[in-house]
T-cell receptor, first 117, second 116 residues
Framework: AQSVTQLDSHVSVSEGTPVLLRCNYS??????LFWYVQHPNKGLQLLLK??????LVKGINGFEAEFKKSETSFHLTKPSAHMSDAAEYFC???????????????FGDGTTLTVKP | DAGVIQSPRHEVTEMGQEVTLRCKPI?????LFWYRQTMMRGLELLIY????????DSGMPEDRFSAKMPNASFSTLKIQPSEPRDSAVYFC??????????????FGPGTRLTVL
């Protein structure tokens, strides 16, 4: 079984300040973890993913996330927020090696990021 | 590649009418997913296919919903009869699927359905 919890439904930061979006997961197998971004009235776009290689994953637009197995976390960070980062962010978990759930992912409830000028 | 294509982008219909949403996945992708997104329930997986075969439809809300994938390049999601509570944005996504869960899902732009 797999599940994901995004700890904040809304995060507000000022432009130029760091961003932290928190995600905890649960997985019966070795997980793959993803962060997707959804801008208003758009589909979801992959930001980055972890699939058992380096635990610090770098994505597009300056975002990165660190897989911490001991804490079952995969928090998303960015050193300096930009106005264009305002969007909804989804953390996603998928069990690798689970043939009964092959291809199936579980999405978090999303975190809305607001960036103030 | 044009990405995942969905049509129509917007659909407004009246309660009781049949609604058909369409999706063309990225060529070569083995998995196709249908999601529904609402403010109240967030993003929900409705059904997914592997090589045109439905694998898990446990997310389909009720018998009014049905999905088909007659070939590798086309899928439909049908609601008959439609109800106001079906109003949502419906997303189609596809992935290569060769490494199961490590593959990225590529999302279409969505169909915004309004049932009056």
């Amino acid at each position: 079984a797999q599940s994901v919890t995004q700890l904040d439904s809304h995060v507000s930061v000022s432009e130029g300040t760091p961003v932290l979006l928190r995600c905890n997961y649960s997985s019966s197998y070795s997980p793959s973890l993803f962060w997707y971004v959804q801008h208003p009235n758009k589909g979801l776009q992959l930001l980055l993913k972890y699939t058992s290689a380096a635990t610090l994953v770098k994505g597009i637009n300056g975002f990165e996330a660190e897989f911490k197995k001991s804490e079952t976390s995969f928090h998303l960070t960015k050193p300096s927020a930009h106005m264009s980062d305002a969007a909804e962010y989804f953390c996603v978990v998928s069990d690798r090696g689970s043939h009964t759930n092959a291809g199936k992912s579980t999405f978090g409830d999303g975190t809305t990021l607001t960036v103030k000028p | 590649d044009a990405g995942v294509i969905q049509s129509p982008r917007h659909e407004v219909t009246e309660m009781g009418q049949e609604v058909t949403l369409r999706c063309k996945p990225i060529s070569g992708h083995d998995y196709l997913f249908w999601y529904r997104q609402t403010m109240m329930r967030g993003l929900e997986l409705l059904i997914y296919f592997n090589n045109n075969v439905p694998i898990d439809d446990s997310g389909m809300p009720e018998d009014r919903f049905s999905a088909k994938m007659p070939n590798a390049s086309f899928s439909t999601l049908k609601i008959q009869p439609s109800e106001p509570r079906d109003s949502a944005v419906y997303f189609c996504a596809s992935s290569l699927g060769r490494k199961f869960s490590t593959d990225t899902q590529y999302f279409g732009p969505g169909t915004r359905l309004t049932v009056l």
